[in-house]
């Protein structure tokens, strides 16, 4: 079992950076792939971005490549998303999972077995 915890949303302007970090429990974490979803109101929970268990491959939405960035730090059991040059159409609940270890990286919510409760990021124009 794993329990991620998201920190680091908030109010920003657009064309700031921000970072926000999953921290997760277990000892195996680094066998974990992970990724961040997002969902604003309104809308369907969207992938942004995942990094496989030995992270050496990441991948990203269209809508956030070249301006988001996902990394982990096993050691520390966590994971980051550095979102640069925020746009007003980023605002949305970020939500951080977890695939059961040592699977293929997805963009497929649905192959994500564990969550967490996410962490508002609200970008104003």
């Known amino acids: 079992q794993v329990q991620l915890t998201e920190s680091g949303g908030r109010l920003v302007q657009a064309g700031d950076s921000l970072r926000l970090s999953c921290a997760a429990s277990?000892?195996?974490?680094?066998?974990?792939?992970m990724a961040w979803f997002r969902q604003a109101p309104g809308e369907e929970r969207e992938f942004v971005a995942a990094?496989?268990?030995?992270?050496?491959?990441?991948f990203y939405a269209d809508s956030v490549k070249g301006r988001f960035t996902i990394s982990r730090d096993n050691a520390k059991n966590t994971v980051y998303l550095q979102m640069d040059s925020l746009k007003p159409e980023d605002t949305a609940v970020y939500f951080c999972?977890?695939?059961?270890?040592?699977?293929?990286?997805?963009?497929?919510?649905?192959?994500?077995?564990?969550w967490g409760v996410g962490t508002q990021v609200t970008v104003s124009s």
């Open positions: 999972a977890a695939q059961r270890p040592y699977r293929a990286s997805s963009r497929r919510s649905d192959d994500y077995n564990y």
């Open positions: 277990g000892r195996t974490f680094n066998s974990y792939p």
């Open positions: 990094i496989n268990w030995s992270r050496d491959s990441t």
